[in-house]
């Protein structure tokens, strides 16, 4: 019979790897919890409507991407292909979106982690089931909550040593009307051009002509160097906005590219967008996309609440801390102790594990598993525990265990030591 296979596009986590992911989602976590924001979890299920109504029917996500099924009910549920929406709904019910009311009223700032579900083609940083951290800010309509959104992401950056692989860039899309205006014009530019235009651009020219703008053909890119440009229709107020954001950039030192093609592909976006973008992952470069939202709230029957977030994709970070090499060397040590121990020491070992878990808070694998000291020096060291300790009856007939570090010295010129169990407790409460 032949073995079950995972689906494609859909990754397990292996042993090896969950160290990694533990210690970036920790990293950020902190880091969100540094700008007050609190966590909240939605179903990874949702109503189909709920992405329609605010991706936007016209969308890469919503016309291709989405697992959407009907139910043994015949009700038509997907599988969230992003956070914000689901976390729009699920405010939104609680209730904690409504000014002035008692428990958690606006503004809010909170933040999720999950999977996240998308029919694509999966490649290196492309899968069908990805991870995101997201945060969404409601209830602050100032340009200031723009920019902190966006000196959040640059603190997890700066957090996890990867700042200088990525870079900033920015854009203003004004609002509804301003981009309709603008969407007139390019499609009448445009429509002059519809047989040079590729495939996917002469289907949105009717449907969704600013998806044009950041198509990859190249053929497309160079008839959009005639286009109108958008920067030409955002509207004052807008403009001011924009300033505003920069400003506090550039106050807090951080710095960005502004890209005036940039429009994201989801249609609840207004004034504000950006992405961090690297050019170390090949084409799959966005490592976090966001921008402001206000008309969402409201478009999904609530209140007008003003909205501003990012999503962060956790595989194409991961994807580049490995890549450049900067995954702090204990991220992967998996205990802080490995004892092993000849088979008449084992029941010993367990024993003193226990101890030095409880009196010292370490992580501590007990050999178990019989074999040499040979084999057992090589399953230690394959959990990059920093230090070792052996229990064999050469040192114990002394009423004495050795202890070895692998990756320098114990103390001065010596990485290793024969100590009495007191000896190694008091060893060990010297070096924390
Ligand atoms: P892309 O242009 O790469 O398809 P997107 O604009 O569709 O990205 P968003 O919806 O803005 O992406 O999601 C935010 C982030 O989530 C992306 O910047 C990326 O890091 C990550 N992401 C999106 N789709 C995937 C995927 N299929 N696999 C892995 N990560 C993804
Ligand atoms: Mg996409």
């Not at 189909?48 to 043994?72: A, H, Q």
């Not at 008449?344 to 992580?363: G, H, N």
Request: with cysteine.
């Amino acid at each position: 019979m032949k073995n079950i296979q995972a689906i494609r596009g859909m990754n397990d986590l292996l042993p090896e790897q969950s160290p990694l992911w533990q210690y970036v989602e920790a990293e950020i976590a902190d880091v969100l919890a540094s700008y007050g924001y609190n966590e909240i979890r939605t179903p990874i299920l949702e109503q189909t409507e709920l992405f329609k109504r605010s991706i936007g029917e016209v969308t890469d996500i919503v016309e291709k991407e989405m697992y959407t099924f009907d139910d043994r009910n015949g009700d038509s549920l997907t599988l969230r292909p992003e956070g914000t929406a689901s976390t729009v709904r699920a405010a939104e019910q609680a209730g904690i979106l409504s000014a002035g009311r008692g428990r958690g009223s606006i503004p809010q700032r909170l933040w999720y982690c999950g999977p996240m579900f998308r029919h694509e083609k999966p490649q290196k940083g492309r899968l069908r089931q990805f991870h995101q951290f997201g945060i969404e800010a409601f209830g602050m309509p100032g340009a200031e909550v723009d920019a902190e959104v966006i000196l959040v992401s640059n603190a997890i950056w700066q957090v996890l040593g990867v700042s200088e692989a990525v870079t900033l860039e920015l854009n203003s899309i004004g609002s509804s009307e301003d981009r309709a205006k603008f969407g007139k014009d390019l499609y009448d530019y445009l429509v002059g051009h519809k047989e040079s235009l590729d495939e996917d651009s002469q289907r949105r020219l009717d449907s969704n002509p600013l998806r044009i703008l950041d198509s990859k053909d190249e053929g497309t890119q160079k008839i959009l160097e005639g286009a109108p440009k958008l920067v030409d229709y955002i509207n004052e107020e807008d403009q001011i906005h924009f300033a505003k954001v920069r400003e506090v950039l550039d106050r807090a030192g951080v710095s960005y590219r502004i890209n005036p093609s940039l429009v994201r592909g989801l249609d609840y976006y207004g004034k504000t967008v950006f992405e961090w973008v690297t050019d170390k992952l090949g084409s799959q470069g966005t490592v976090c996309a966001g921008g402001r939202y206000d008309g969402l709230v409201a478009q999904l029957g609530g209140d007008a609440t003003p909205g501003v977030g990012f999503g962060l994709g956790i595989e194409r970070l991961v994807l580049l801390l490995e890549t450049l090499e900067l995954v702090p060397d204990w991220v992967y040590q998996q205990v802080d102790l490995y004892v092993c121990a000849e088979a008449q020491y084992v029941a010993d070992a367990m024993i003193l594990a226990e101890q030095l878990r409880s009196e010292l808070a370490l992580r501590v694998r007990v050999h178990a598993n019989g074999g040499g000291m040979k084999s057992q020096t090589k399953a230690a060291q394959k959990t990059n525990a920093p230090l070792v300790v052996f229990m064999q009856e050469r040192d114990m007939v002394d009423g004495k265990l050795m202890i070895r570090s692998y990756d320098g010295e114990l103390v001065e010129g010596q990485d290793q030591l024969n100590v009495t169990v007191d000896g190694l407790i008091d060893f060990l409460t010297e070096g924390q």
